[in-house]
């Protein structure tokens, strides 16, 4: 009886301890998103589980290993032991009820996520190799390479994927969704938290996808309006003021620069340093003038010619919507780059 009541002790201590030492360690970055908060006490309801299962294995092992280790000179074998029908029924069916429990509430915890507001506000993601960017309907449409968010309020995000899977993952949100090519994949989120974190890629897509990273901004409802308005303005001034040299470089920065230099580095595609008026020499062994012509082709079929010693461009910029006057002020962009 003795040993039982100090290991019951023991096993108390040492999963308080448990407890303790990994609640320090800090394993959850902040919590920013209403929808963290049933994840969170999920998630800790476990730990609380996983530290008292670790303590009740562990210490009656060591216990046993110091208390009733062989004494010097005894040469007896141990009691023979043929089994514990009680014990083992226990230790069957309080584990098969600790599961179920789990899974209601992991079921109940992923309803709270999920809860639906009618009136959430809607932004477009777009996740490519490697970027993201980000489209406001509400607010005429412009475009941002920052996910700026209003806190308290719920937004439905509707992920597209341009060539591969990606995922869209915010740790401090919890949450997390793929974006699968050919599809709409839905994410709705209630920032809770005012402040500055990174949305990055959480499905391997490439060389670069450690890189595929965007700013995601929670700021307060008037500031978030102010931002939203300004960008607007901004957009609508820009369409009217810029050059086509401009509006090529702004294409270029968008979708381009993850594989396009325009320091003469090669990248995943070729510099575009001097590129054009340059003979280009393609993969079939012919070469060709990089012209008007030949830099429209490569931009609208990016797979007929395949520039030697690369891969042929798994981009294709007609599927965001890049068409002939937008060719027009890349090419004007691209003819800047001497
Ligand atoms: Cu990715």
Not at 205 to 214: F, I, V
Not at 258 to 274: D, M
Request: contains cysteine.
């Amino acid at each position: 009886m003795r040993h039982y009541v100090i290991v019951g002790i023991l096993v108390i201590v040492a999963a308080v301890g448990t407890y303790a030492g990994l609640h320090a360690v800090g394993l959850m970055p902040v919590e920013a998103s209403a929808q963290a908060a049933p994840i969170d006490w999920l998630w800790n309801l476990e730990v609380i589980t996983i530290s008292f299962l670790f303590a009740l294995i562990i210490v009656p092992m060591v216990y046993s290993l110091v208390v009733f280790r062989r004494k010097k000179g005894d040469n007896t074998d141990a009691e023979h032991i043929e089994g514990n029908t009680t014990l083992e029924i226990a230790w069957t069916i309080i584990p098969l009820i600790v599961v179920v429990i789990f899974a209601y509430l992991g079921a109940y915890s992923l309803g709270e996520t999920r809860r639906v507001d009618p009136n959430a506000m809607v932004i477009k993601v777009t996740g490519f190799q490697w970027g993201w960017q980000f489209e406001y309907p509400a607010y005429g449409g412009f475009k941002s390479d920052k996910l700026y968010l209003p806190a308290d309020k719920q937004v439905v995000l509707q992920l597209q994927a341009l060539d591969v899977i990606h995922s869209f993952w915010v740790p401090e949100f919890r949450v997390k969704q793929d974006l699968v090519p050919g599809r709409i994949t839905e994410y709705r989120i209630t920032p809770s938290l005012i402040g500055e974190y990174k949305v990055r890629c959480a499905e391997i897509c490439g060389t670069s996808h450690a890189y595929m990273e965007a700013p995601v901004v929670v700021v307060d409802q008037a500031a978030f309006d102010t931002w939203a308005k300004d960008q607007q303005v901004a957009a609508a001034q820009a369409e009217a003021n810029a050059t086509p040299e401009q509006k090529g470089e702004k294409l270029y920065q968008t979708y381009c620069k993850a594989c396009h230099s325009i320091n003469g580095t090669a990248g995943n595609g070729p510099t575009w340093l001097g590129l054009f008026g340059h003979e280009v020499e393609l993969a079939d062994g012919t070469s060709v003038t990089a012209d008007e012509a030949y830099l429209t082709q490569s931009i609208k079929e990016p797979q007929s010619q395949v520039v030697q010693g690369y891969s042929p461009m798994a981009f294709n910029p007609a599927a965001v919507g890049i068409g002939d006057a937008e060719i027009g002020y890349l090419i004007a962009y691209i003819k800047t780059l001497k």
